[in-house]
């Protein structure tokens, strides 16, 4: 069955198109240093944010009405699966991502949710087959259901705990049986709201073991996805563990986790982190924990994670020259974890929305390449930094410096002398870059 008939396979027709229904950037065969623009890009649907939003807000209910809402949850789950298809298709985006309960409905038992899984995972992995679509990652809902209400990995009950490690065991064999590329671990209830009634190290230690027992049973049935963390600092909990990527990865260096993740990090999160996405992703790169990215953006006057399809060039630029300075995601890609505003609610709005943000990423692709080409920022850091390259510099950086030599260094008394950053500069030309593009 089709769902959306009224719209066609999209297509790239370049930036003198004005048919709202096509690629202006997005050129998906088209090279820019020396890979295509999909192989940069790996674009990727959420499953939550597409199939099964509504637009429903803590004041009102749902304005969108979608061809796939059968009274029955099994009914409606299949037919998620088949606009999931459709529209992979007709975007021409390659791959998906899902949590468990986004794909199946809960039954009584774990037993029977586990059922309903394996009826829908088989329609996945038949669609999969059919259509050439890969699974980018998968994750467990382990923040949904009340049960979750003082955490999964982090709860202070232990047969919460237990239940979380039956969901998470389950949730890897689908990764594993549908080849997902990466699993994330995004932490939903792993916080807390106040240290009155939390034991803090103990929630830790116990996060951990969780994390371990997960690498073990990876092993143990061969799934090779790689793993990743997802960071982000409140909402739902007002303190959440994995706050950001450095506070992340001191988590996973601490309990020895830290060649089995990387990190998969979300430009919203960012923001309500107190940092830009180029930060976060600079982080996690120098460290060697560069995954996947969660592409999206917040509203700058809300504190709130309201994700947004991304269209601010400025950030989609500076997050793909960070990402081509990197190396490349690898087994990432960029998901949309971006949900259509309350106001789209028509299934064309899926569309444009997902064009937006393809485009904007297209767009920022481009004019990363041409920052790259030009070497403007290379070459301006390589001269901020050429004091390290000669003298006392070079010999602080080959690590033959003492407190002495620098103190007999500086009572030379030569005159200190400091250089302008340029910023203002800087970011003109970037602003010219961008819109040459
Ligand atoms: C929540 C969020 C999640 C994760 C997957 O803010 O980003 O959807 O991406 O659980
Ligand atoms: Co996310």
């Known amino acids: 069955m089709a769902y959306f008939n009224s719209v066609s396979k999209i297509q790239y027709e370049g930036k003198s198109s004005d048919n709202p229904l096509a690629f202006k950037h997005y050129n998906p065969q088209e090279i820019v240093l020396g890979k295509t623009m999909e192989e940069h890009l790996h674009f990727a649907v959420a499953y939550w944010h597409t199939f099964t939003n509504y637009g429903n807000d803590p004041f009102g209910a749902g304005t969108a009405v979608r061809g796939w809402d059968y009274a029955d949850a099994m009914d409606q789950a299949k037919a998620r699966v088949e606009a999931n298809f459709e529209f992979l298709d007709k975007m021409g985006i390659s791959y998906y991502c899902f949590h468990d309960r986004d794909i199946a409905p809960e039954g009584e038992t774990i037993q029977e949710t586990n059922k309903n899984l394996d009826v829908i995972v088989e329609l996945l992995e038949q669609g999969m087959k059919s259509s050439g679509r890969k699974l980018l990652w998968n994750t467990a809902n382990m923040f949904t259901h009340p049960r979750f209400v003082h955490g999964a990995g982090t709860t202070c009950n232990a047969d919460v705990y237990a239940y979380a490690g039956a969901q998470l065991k389950k949730s890897l064999e689908i990764g594993k049986r549908l080849g997902a590329d990466n699993y994330v671990f995004w932490g939903g209830r792993e916080g807390y709201e106040t240290l009155l009634n939390t034991d803090m190290a103990f929630e830790l230690d116990n996060l951990a073991r969780m994390f371990h027992m997960a690498i073990d049973y990876a092993q143990e049935i061969g799934f090779h996805a790689q793993f990743l963390i997802e960071p982000k600092p409140k909402e739902p909990s007002k303190h959440q563990y994995d706050f950001d990527a450095a506070t992340t990865i001191a988590f996973l260096q601490k309990y020895g986790l830290q060649n089995a993740f990387k990190l998969n990090l979300e430009a919203n999160h960012a923001t309500l982190a107190g940092h830009t996405f180029e930060h976060e992703i600079r982080v996690a790169a120098i460290n060697g924990m560069l995954g996947s990215l969660d592409a999206n953006q917040g509203d700058m006057l809300l504190g709130w994670d309201t994700d947004e399809f991304p269209t601010d060039l400025y950030t989609t630029t500076l997050t793909m020259y960070e ?115």
């Open 323 to 437: 990402v081509l300075k990197a190396g490349g995601l690898g087994t990432g890609g960029i998901n949309f974890d971006a949900k259509v505003r309350r106001g789209s609610f028509e299934d064309e709005d899926l569309f444009l929305a997902h064009i937006a943000g393809m485009d904007s990423y297209a767009w920022g692709l481009k004019a990363a390449a041409k920052l790259i080409e030009n070497h403007m920022l290379d070459d301006i850091i390589e001269h901020r930094y050429r004091s390290f390259g000669e003298g006392i510099g070079a010999d602080i950086v080959a690590g033959k410096a003492t407190l002495r030599s620098l103190e007999e260094y500086a009572f030379q008394n030569k005159p200190l002398r400091n250089e302008s950053g340029r910023m203002e500069r800087i970011k003109l030309v970037l602003n010219e870059i961008i819109y040459s593009v």
